[in-house]
C-alpha cells in the first residue's frame, strides 16, 4: 500500500497571503495524484488532478505541481472562503489511498 | 449539474446490516465507474470500494474484504453497498463518489452528500 504523507497537519495563513501545502508518496506515483478540498459539514470536492491540472471550475488562485513522491498544493491568495480541509490521493495503485490532510485556518 | 444523492444511513447494532445507496441526478451512471469512500467522526478520507462502469472490476480495502459488498443497477441508476458483519470501527460517513480518468476510474467527481452509519449496542 502506497502512503501518502501531507504536512503540515495546520496550517495557519493570513487573508491574502500564500498557503503551500505538501504530500509525499511513499513510493514514486509518477503524476497520477488528486487534490481535493473538503470544507466544514461539506462532502469533499475535486480540486486538482493529474498533479497539476485544475478540473473545470477551480479557480487559478489554486495551483499544484510534482511528480514522482514530492507534491506541492498552493493557495496563492488566501481568502476566508478557503477554510477547509485539503487532501492529496493517489491512484498509481490499489488501494487507493489518502493523505491525513492539511487543515487551513485563517490567521 | 451532475450530483449524486444518497441514502440508507442510520442506526445499527454490531454485527449488523445495512445498504447503503447512491443514485445519480442529472446523469446517467452506466458509463461511470463508482467508488466508495468513508470518513470517522473527526478523521481523514479512507478509500473502500470500487466498482467498474461494467461491474467487471471490483475492489474493496482489507478492512471491509468480505463483510461489503458493491453493486451497481443500470434500471435504477444506482450503486450500492451492502453492509454486513458491522462493527464499532465501521462508524462513519459514507460517500459515493464518481470515477474519472479512463478505467479504471482514478480520481473522484462528483461526492454524494454522505451518508452517517453508526454502530453501537
Known amino acids: 500500500e502506497i502512503v501518502m504523507t501531507q504536512s503540515p497537519a495546520t496550517l495557519s495563513v493570513s487573508p491574502g497571503e500564500r498557503a503551500t501545502l505538501s504530500c509525499r508518496a511513499s513510493q514514486s506515483i509518477g503524476r497520477n495524484l488528486a487534490w481535493y478540498q473538503q470544507k466544514p459539514g461539506q462532502a469533499p470536492r475535486l480540486l486538482i488532478y493529474s498533479a497539476s491540472t485544475r478540473t473545470i471550475g477551480i479557480p487559478p488562485t489554486y495551483s499544484a505541481s510534482g511528480s514522482g513522491t514530492e507534491f506541492t498544493f498552493t493557495i496563492s491568495s488566501l481568502e476566508s472562503e478557503d477554510l477547509a480541509t485539503y487532501y492529496c490521493q493517489q491512484y498509481e495503485n490499489w488501494p487507493r489511498t489518502f493523505g491525513q490532510g492539511t487543515k487551513v485556518e485563517i490567521k | 449539474e451532475d450530483h449524486l444523492v444518497q441514502s440508507g444511513g442510520g442506526l445499527v447494532q454490531p454485527g449488523g446490516s445495512l445498504r447503503l445507496s447512491c443514485t445519480g441526478s442529472?446523469?446517467?451512471?452506466?458509463?461511470?465507474?463508482m467508488a466508495w469512500v468513508r470518513q470517522a467522526p473527526g478523521k481523514g478520507l479512507e478509500w473502500i470500494s470500487y466498482?467498474?462502469?461494467?461491474?467487471?472490476?471490483?475492489y474493496y480495502s482489507d478492512s471491509v474484504k468480505g463483510r461489503f459488498t458493491v453493486s451497481r443497477d443500470r434500471a435504477h441508476n444506482s450503486v450500492y453497498l451492502q453492509l454486513s458483519s458491522l462493527r464499532d470501527e465501521d462508524t462513519a460517513t459514507y460517500y459515493c463518489?464518481?470515477?474519472?480518468?479512463?478505467?479504471?476510474?482514478?480520481?473522484?467527481?462528483?461526492w454524494g452528500q454522505g451518508t452517517l452509519v453508526t454502530v453501537s449496542s
Open positions: 463518489a464518481r470515477g474519472h480518468g479512463g478505467n479504471p476510474g482514478r480520481w473522484f467527481d462528483p
Open positions: 466498482i467498474s462502469s461494467t461491474s467487471d472490476s471490483i
Open positions: 442529472g446523469f446517467i451512471l452506466g458509463p461511470y465507474s
